[in-house]
């Protein structure tokens, strides 16, 4: 029998890392890190000493030189911390700013930022939705134009994740109106310059992470700070979106199975009529049809894992998983809200939290219309 390039040893070594991780620091932390609007950012550096910041980085930079199956081990590990706005705030950090530049950076910008970003002693977002440009990356406005060996850039972006937290951000801004497509660049903008700053925003959910909006008046940085090819960051971004989407499934599917395990012991306690709510036919018939759905996201989203660990090309299939992975943790935290009752109406409930949770999954990263945009496209609509 061929060994399971997703499932070898090696992997559930570091898969009870990750566990011991997030029960130990993260979900007992998990209403703490609400009631902060924000997570502790000393959590980036114990998971920077832990290696788990730049698995698919290269160890010269003080990565692991794994490949994507790692990744997703992280994240269903992760994904089951209680709090989806931890989960999105860290891979945020891991699998949305930092990839361009561990692609296509260069040497100084690597050594000054990526190194500290790995060993989770800088932290960083990624700036591009804006106002009036969200799923349509084309429409963004933020200027940056040359000065000299500086980019003097002004505009502004909003919702964006790790807004307070973040050291550096990767922005994408337009450095050539004229050229469309080709007149869009990513560059890496410390927080700490001058006409940099922000407004924190109030979410509905996700509270464990802060989300703001960010203003840019007349900030100067190198063009040095140019991550890749001045033009190219359009297609550099697309490149990225995949690690986020394709992140974004891990880390849903995990929460909402932990979510349906969780409910089950409710129903389980949970006494009505005279007995458990769980030797009820309904609850029973809904919560099958529940894993069910939640087993087919799972092995769609373990198939686009499997082509990015062998090479192949996966937008297609990740652009499917990211449509049906956020509808079903939609669907799951729904049924479950209403098995819990009165109580899944609390905050404190882990059904009420992911209940708001979840509606971000279909908008963040791509909008549920955006990737059936894409595929009708693909399809030859």
Known sequence: MLADPLN????????????KFTEQEL?????????MGRFDKSLFKDMGDLGMLGLRYDPQYGGAGLDWSYTSVLYEEIGRSDNAGVTMGI????????????????????????VPAIAGEMVSAIAVTEPDAGSDVSGIRTRAIRDGDDWVINGSKIYITNAATADWLCLLAVTDPEAGYGGVSQILVPTDVPGFRYDLLDKIGNWGSDTGQLYFEDVRVPVAHTIGDIGRGFQ???????????????????GSLFLWEETRRWAEERVLFGKPLSKMQNTQFKMVELFTQLAAAKELTQACVRKRVSGEDATDLITMAKLFCGRVCR???????QFHGGYGYMKESMAGRAFVDSRLISIGGGSDETMLHYMAKQLGF
């Open 8 to 19: 070898s040893p090696e992997h559930e070594l570091f898969r009870e890392t990750a566990r």
């Open 27 to 35: 979900r007992p932390r998990a209403r703490e890190f609400d009631e």
């Open 91 to 114: 891979s945020v950090h891991t699998d949305m700013a930092t990839p361009s530049l561990a692609e296509f950076g260069s040497e100084d910008l690597k050594q000054e930022f990526l």
């Open 236 to 254: 550099q971004q697309m490149v990225q979106f995949q690690d986020e989407r394709l992140v974004a499934c891990v880390s849903s599917i995990a």
């Open 331 to 337: 669907q799951v935290a729904d049924e479950c809200i």
